[in-house]
Structures are given as structure tokens and as C-alpha cells.
């Protein structure tokens, strides 16, 4: 098992930026296939990001491309995403996740965290 715990979210002005980091304890951080996920209340949860064991391989979606930025410290057993450029539409509990199997899907996600809220004024 992988406990995950998120941190860093808040509220900030359109345009600034923030730094989300999810700090992992258990076995084998290193070989868990990670994301971030997001999620406004009424809509389902929606992947923003994920990034391979190893970091080499990452993916976004549309919305975040050239703004958010996913990476990770296997020897820190965290994973982050920084994000620049923040707009209203960003705001949303964001959700760290961690996948065994190469899943995008959020019902196939083994580990998750309780929430982080980024909340972004226009």
C-alpha cells in the first residue's frame, strides 16, 4: 500500500502561480505510475497530469499544457506539479493518485490522496 498526503493548495489571483506536492510513504514510490487529478463539485474528476516511474514520460491535458508542470523525487518519495499562469477555470480540489497498471482512468487508480484545493480569483 501507498498512503498519499497533498499539500500546497490555496488561494491565489489569476495569474500567479503555485506548487502542489504529494509526499507518498510505503513500498516501491518508485515503480508507482503518478497523477494529479481535479474536480469541481457536480462534474466528474478529471486528469491534469501524470508521470512515468521514472519521470522521462509525462502527459497533460489540453488545458494544462505550457502552464502546468509534473515531476518527481523518488529518493523523496513526492511527486509535485507546479503551476503558472493560473486561471479562474483551474479552481478545483486536486487530488494526488497513484497507478500500478498505466491507467488514465480515475476508477483505475489504486492510491489516492484527500484533496488539495487551489482556488483561483479572478
Known amino acids: 500500500q501507498v498512503l498519499l498526503v497533498e499539500s500546497g493548495g490555496g488561494l491565489v489571483q489569476a495569474g500567479a502561480s503555485l506548487r502542489l506536492s504529494c509526499a507518498a510513504s510505503?513500498?516501491?514510490?518508485?515503480?508507482?505510475?503518478m497523477a494529479w487529478f481535479r474536480q469541481v463539485p457536480g462534474k466528474e474528476r478529471e486528469l491534469v497530469a501524470q508521470i512515468s516511474w521514472s519521470g522521462a514520460t509525462t502527459y497533460y491535458t489540453d488545458s494544462a499544457k505550457g502552464r502546468f508542470t509534473i515531476s518527481r523525487d523518488n529518493a523523496k518519495s513526492t511527486v509535485y506539479l507546479q503551476m503558472n499562469s493560473l486561471r479562474p477555470e483551474d479552481t478545483a480540489n486536486y487530488y494526488c493518485?497513484?497507478?500500478?497498471?498505466?491507467?488514465?482512468?480515475?476508477?483505475?487508480?489504486?492510491?489516492w490522496g484527500e484533496g488539495t484545493l487551489v482556488a483561483v480569483s479572478s
Open positions: 493518485a497513484g497507478d500500478g497498471a498505466a491507467s488514465r482512468q480515475a476508477c483505475d487508480m489504486d492510491y
Open positions: 510505503g513500498r516501491d514510490f518508485s515503480r508507482v505510475i
